[in-house]
Protein backbone atom coordinates (compact mmCIF):
# COMPACT_ATOMS: atom_id res chain seq x y z
CA UNK A 1 0.00 0.00 0.00
CA UNK A 2 0.82 3.36 -1.19
CA UNK A 3 1.61 6.26 1.69
CA UNK A 4 -0.85 8.44 1.51
CA UNK A 5 1.34 11.27 3.00
CA UNK A 6 4.22 10.33 0.01
CA UNK A 7 4.40 13.73 -1.90
CA UNK A 8 3.48 13.21 -5.18
CA UNK A 9 2.83 15.50 -8.37
CA UNK A 10 -0.78 16.84 -7.41
CA UNK A 11 -1.87 15.46 -10.84
CA UNK A 12 -4.58 13.27 -9.65
CA UNK A 13 -4.34 10.97 -12.84
CA UNK A 14 -0.51 10.95 -12.57
CA UNK A 15 -0.66 10.67 -8.86
CA UNK A 16 -3.33 7.15 -9.43
CA UNK A 17 -0.70 5.74 -12.08
CA UNK A 18 2.23 6.47 -9.61
CA UNK A 19 -0.33 4.24 -7.07
CA UNK A 20 -0.76 1.43 -9.21
CA UNK A 21 2.77 1.42 -10.56
CA UNK A 22 3.55 0.96 -6.76
CA UNK A 23 0.74 -1.42 -6.15
CA UNK A 24 1.86 -3.75 -8.66
CA UNK A 25 5.61 -3.59 -7.20
CA UNK A 26 4.27 -4.39 -4.36
CA UNK A 27 2.87 -7.58 -5.65
CA UNK A 28 5.54 -8.90 -6.98
CA UNK A 29 7.97 -8.41 -3.86
CA UNK A 30 5.10 -10.31 -2.15
CA UNK A 31 5.22 -12.97 -4.71
CA UNK A 32 9.16 -13.61 -4.76
CA UNK A 33 8.55 -13.90 -0.74
CA UNK A 34 6.17 -16.38 -1.28
CA UNK A 35 7.78 -18.06 -4.05
CA UNK A 36 10.98 -18.31 -2.31
CA UNK A 37 9.51 -19.88 0.60
CA UNK A 38 7.59 -22.17 -1.38
CA UNK A 39 10.89 -23.06 -3.22
CA UNK A 40 12.56 -24.32 0.15
CA UNK A 41 9.82 -26.30 1.11
CA UNK A 42 9.54 -28.00 -2.47
CA UNK A 43 13.75 -28.73 -2.63
CA UNK A 44 13.42 -30.53 1.09
CA UNK A 45 10.40 -32.60 -0.42
CA UNK A 46 12.07 -33.35 -3.83
CA UNK A 47 15.44 -34.01 -1.65
CA UNK A 48 13.13 -36.76 0.26
CA UNK A 49 11.29 -38.23 -2.50
CA UNK A 50 14.18 -38.49 -4.54
CA UNK A 51 16.40 -40.12 -1.16
CA UNK A 52 13.40 -42.66 -0.76
CA UNK A 53 13.56 -43.16 -4.71
CA UNK A 54 17.27 -44.37 -4.00
CA UNK A 55 16.40 -46.23 -1.24
CA UNK A 56 13.94 -48.41 -3.36
CA UNK A 57 16.74 -49.09 -6.16
CA UNK A 58 19.00 -50.23 -3.42
CA UNK A 59 16.88 -52.68 -2.27
CA UNK A 60 16.23 -54.23 -5.70
CA UNK A 61 19.97 -54.07 -6.32
CA UNK A 62 20.43 -56.07 -3.24
CA UNK A 63 17.60 -58.40 -3.76
CA UNK A 64 19.14 -58.89 -7.03
CA UNK A 65 22.84 -59.97 -5.68
CA UNK A 66 20.96 -61.97 -3.52
CA UNK A 67 19.40 -63.85 -6.96
CA UNK A 68 22.77 -64.09 -8.47
CA UNK A 69 24.34 -65.24 -5.43
CA UNK A 70 21.47 -67.82 -4.88
CA UNK A 71 22.21 -69.31 -8.93
CA UNK A 72 25.77 -69.47 -8.00
CA UNK A 73 25.36 -71.11 -5.21
CA UNK A 74 22.95 -73.56 -7.17
CA UNK A 75 20.64 -74.17 -3.93
CA UNK A 76 17.42 -74.35 -5.86
CA UNK A 77 15.45 -73.66 -2.55
CA UNK A 78 17.69 -70.69 -2.05
CA UNK A 79 17.43 -69.33 -5.69
CA UNK A 80 13.35 -69.66 -5.97
CA UNK A 81 13.47 -67.38 -2.61
CA UNK A 82 15.55 -65.00 -4.33
CA UNK A 83 14.22 -64.36 -7.19
CA UNK A 84 10.66 -63.64 -5.35
CA UNK A 85 12.30 -61.56 -3.16
CA UNK A 86 13.91 -59.59 -6.38
CA UNK A 87 10.08 -59.72 -8.27
CA UNK A 88 8.58 -58.50 -5.22
CA UNK A 89 10.82 -55.39 -4.95
CA UNK A 90 11.20 -55.21 -8.93
CA UNK A 91 7.25 -54.36 -8.53
CA UNK A 92 7.85 -52.31 -5.45
CA UNK A 93 10.22 -50.47 -7.62
CA UNK A 94 7.86 -50.13 -10.58
CA UNK A 95 4.91 -49.40 -8.18
CA UNK A 96 6.10 -46.77 -5.68
CA UNK A 97 8.97 -45.36 -8.34
CA UNK A 98 5.95 -44.43 -10.18
CA UNK A 99 4.25 -42.52 -7.52
CA UNK A 100 7.07 -40.85 -6.81
CA UNK A 101 8.62 -40.13 -9.62
CA UNK A 102 4.58 -38.63 -10.29
CA UNK A 103 4.74 -36.42 -7.35
CA UNK A 104 8.52 -35.04 -7.89
CA UNK A 105 7.06 -34.01 -11.28
CA UNK A 106 4.07 -32.56 -9.72
CA UNK A 107 6.71 -30.08 -7.84
CA UNK A 108 8.33 -29.33 -10.94
CA UNK A 109 4.83 -28.17 -12.58
CA UNK A 110 3.95 -26.09 -9.54
CA UNK A 111 7.29 -24.52 -9.80
CA UNK A 112 6.64 -23.40 -13.15
CA UNK A 113 3.55 -22.15 -12.64
CA UNK A 114 4.68 -20.18 -9.62
CA UNK A 115 7.37 -18.55 -12.12
CA UNK A 116 4.80 -17.89 -14.30
CA UNK A 117 2.86 -16.41 -12.04
CA UNK A 118 5.93 -14.24 -10.97
CA UNK A 119 6.44 -13.32 -14.55
CA UNK A 120 3.10 -12.39 -15.37
CA UNK A 121 2.74 -10.17 -12.15
CA UNK A 122 6.29 -8.51 -13.30
CA UNK A 123 5.12 -7.67 -16.48
CA UNK A 124 2.06 -5.78 -15.05
CA UNK A 125 4.06 -3.57 -12.56
CA UNK A 126 6.33 -2.70 -15.68
CA UNK A 127 3.45 -1.61 -17.88
CA UNK A 128 2.14 0.46 -14.99
CA UNK A 129 5.01 2.24 -14.48
CA UNK A 130 5.44 2.48 -17.88
CA UNK A 131 1.80 4.66 -18.14
CA UNK A 132 2.66 6.58 -15.30
CA UNK A 133 5.85 7.41 -16.79
CA UNK A 134 3.88 8.34 -20.23
CA UNK A 135 1.61 10.44 -18.04
CA UNK A 136 4.57 12.33 -16.41
CA UNK A 137 5.96 12.73 -19.63
CA UNK A 138 2.17 14.19 -20.52
CA UNK A 139 2.00 11.66 -23.79
CA UNK A 140 -1.74 11.04 -24.40
CA UNK A 141 -0.96 7.65 -26.37
CA UNK A 142 -1.15 9.51 -29.46
CA UNK A 143 2.06 8.64 -31.94
CA UNK A 144 2.69 11.31 -34.45
Given at each position: ??????????????????????????????????????????????AELA???????????????????????????????????????????????????????????????????????????????DAAR??LRGD?????
Amino acid sequence: MTDPDRRRTGQPEVDALLDQADAAHQAVAEIVTITHAERIVSQAWLAELAAEHEALHERYQQAEAKLAAASAAGDPDQVVSARRARDQASADCDRVGRVLREEMAGLAEAGFERNGALLGQVRSAWRAEDAARAALRGDTGRQG
